[in-house]
């Protein structure tokens, strides 16, 4: 008889593997060979009495035999062997009344291919050891439903103590991982560990390639680590995104998890909204546009003056969706919307950028056509008059307006010829359309976002929902195709007339 190793009672793990069931209190089992494949996981052990067991195997199974189905010569024993190896199966037992006559080229084979051999010793039937590997699997279910139960009670309550953030911290403690919060534009909110992971990039990444009209979720293994995306949001457009970054383990219990945070943050973002929606419109009854202000309830001078004129039944809560996506919690808190003759006027903080980016997310949001004008207001003083401007220049289309600039660009316009213009913009941009026909490289728009976002490579990024490494590339690939050198002003500002000459 082959040398049988005994193992310790049973033991508990994440998953079933071999070492595991000769574990097993009940059973009388021995290792026979194949120790380098105790870590295989068993799904299933199952008696089977033929020739070749394959093709009815799906993966994980302790392939149970008396011998009946074992070749008659050693070639095809030995290949017997290395078949269940090759398929998956997570080992080979033997009943023990067929050890004795075991042949040996089966078990130096199994060592090979550290496939395990174990021995079903003394009066343990087969249906025993089937009937334990099940019971594990059962009582492991069980396992995880009571803990998704008591991670979700955990982050409900996370959610009435501590709001976004107390929820991330459980849900990443629940799963074992990491867990980040991003805007609908994939910009970080919150995270746990706070700061920037490595695979934070990868996150946004994703969010990039399902952003769209609908509410969705998508997730990808790799290197043992399991990545989840969830919009936020109960339905229509996402709200925002959680991603969740953990061990590979159980993914219809990770997804479970997320699926069950994603929906308590959309329902605080919700609740936080109609909070803000209620003092916004308490705010544009007690402020007509004629007045001054009050400077506590503003952001910083000097202003970003904006007004948004769109057909919808309620433009504020529109708006106010907008820019509850696109601005931080202080932009948020601190600004100014009222109604005006040219529709609904915004406050803004002139640095943030944020007028054109509301008005895109609140025309996404709607579905009709946002026009936007705006101006600048040094002071508090100066936003009566800078509203006027901006409704005098608010366009009946989806674009934006800046009043500033409609009159000179407007001047510049009526001063050149388009067929004067045809030779110039194809001299600069000629050999960077070619090289985008052939190759589909992108390089005019990414050249166009990128000047246009005054040189800022995260911004850019963000716009073209690409990595900023990605647009590094492509410019480098425009300054060699183009013969010009974002770096040097003249360079640059050939180009940038180029771009700018399809609006005039």
């Not at 080229?105 to 025993?128: M, Q, R, S």
């Not at 009571?146 to 459980?170: F, K, M, N, P, T």
């Not at 994703?206 to 989840?228: C, N, S």
């Not at 934006?400 to 010829?417: I, K």
Request: glycine share 10%; hydrophobic share 50%.
């Amino acid at each position: 008889m082959p040398k049988i190793v005994l193992c310790e009672p049973h033991w508990e793990a994440a998953v079933l593997t071999v070492a595991g069931v000769l574990r097993f209190e009940g059973l009388e089992l021995g290792l026979l060979a194949g120790r380098a494949g105790l870590g295989r996981e068993v799904s299933w052990a199952h008696a089977i009495e033929v020739a070749d067991p394959v093709p009815w195997l799906r993966g994980g199974e302790l392939v149970l035999t008396i011998g009946l189905g074992l070749p008659a010569d050693e070639p095809g024993r030995r290949a017997y062997v290395r078949r269940l190896a090759e398929a998956g199966a997570a080992g080979l037992g033997f009943a023990a009344e067929v050890l004795d006559a075991l042949p040996p080229e089966v078990l130096d084979e199994a060592e090979a291919c550290e496939l395990p051999v174990v021995g079903v010793l003394g009066t343990t039937p087969f249906i025993a050891v089937s009937q334990a590997v099940a019971r594990w699997h059962a009582e492991a279910a069980l396992r995880a439903e009571r803990h998704a139960i008591a991670v979700q009670e955990a982050i409900a309550r996370a959610a009435l103590r501590s709001g976004d953030r107390g929820i991330l911290a459980e849900l990443a403690k629940g799963v074992g991982g990491e867990a980040l919060l991003l805007d609908v534009e994939g910009r970080p909110r919150a995270a746990h560990p706070a700061g920037e992971r490595p695979w934070h990039g990868r996150a946004r990444d994703l969010v990039a390639g399902m952003a769209g009209p609908a509410q969705a979720a998508g997730a990808e293994e790799r290197d043992g680590r399991y990545l989840v995306v969830h919009s936020i949001g109960l339905s229509g457009h996402p709200r925002g995104w959680l991603a969740v970054d953990s061990p590979a383990g159980d993914p219809a219990h990770q997804r479970l998890l997320v699926s069950h945070a994603a929906v308590l943050l959309g329902m605080t973002l919700l609740g936080i909204r109609a909070l803000r929606r209620t003092l916004h419109e308490q705010r544009a009854r007690l402020l007509p546009a004629v007045a001054e202000p009050d400077a506590s309830l503003l952001p910083e001078p000097p202003f970003e003056v904006v007004v948004f004129a769109l057909a919808v039944d309620d433009p504020l809560a529109a708006v106010l969706d907008a820019i509850a996506d696109v601005a931080g919690k202080t932009d948020q808190e601190r600004l100014l919307l009222t109604p005006c003759s040219g529709g609904l006027a915004a406050v803004l903080p002139a640095a943030a950028g944020l007028g054109a980016r509301i008005r895109a997310r609140a025309a996404e949001l709607t579905g009709v056509a946002v026009g936007c004008g705006a101006s600048i207001a040094v002071d508090v003083a100066g936003i009566p008059a800078a509203i006027r401007r901006a409704a005098d220049v608010a366009p009946a289309d989806s674009s934006y307006v800046d009043a500033e600039e409609a009159s000179s660009w407007g001047l510049l316009r009526e001063a050149l010829r388009p067929a004067a213009l045809a030779p110039f913009t194809t001299a600069v941009l000629g050999s960077l359309r070619e090289h985008d026909r052939r190759t589909g490289s992108e390089l005019v728009p990414t050249l166009r976002c990128y000047l246009d976002a005054d040189g800022n490579l995260e911004t850019t990024a963000r716009e073209l929902g690409v990595h900023r490494n990605t647009v590094r590339t492509r410019l480098r690939t425009a300054e060699r195709v183009s013969r010009r050198r974002l770096d040097r002003p003249r360079d640059r500002l050939e180009l940038w007339l180029a771009l700018a000459a399809e609006d005039l």
